[in-house]
């Protein structure tokens, strides 16, 4: 068996026993709320200029 063919074979096999992320993604998102997420996930304005290149 090649390379390939084990590796997809692996991945096959955890997505059978492993939960879908993003189900537990939405449960957390709508658990925890829209907003609250946003707040937790927002940048500072120097953070957005170093990761987009852009200075303003």
């Known amino acids: 068996m090649g390379e390939f063919d084990r590796l997809s074979d692996d991945r096959r096999q955890l997505n059978q026993t ?5 189900g537990l993604w939405y449960r957390y998102i ?22 987009s290149g852009e200075h303003g």
């Open 18 to 22: 492993t939960p879908d992320a993003n």
């Open 30 to 51: 709508k658990w925890k709320g829209e907003d609250k997420i946003r707040e937790e996930i927002t940048t500072t304005t120097e953070t957005r200029e170093a990761l």
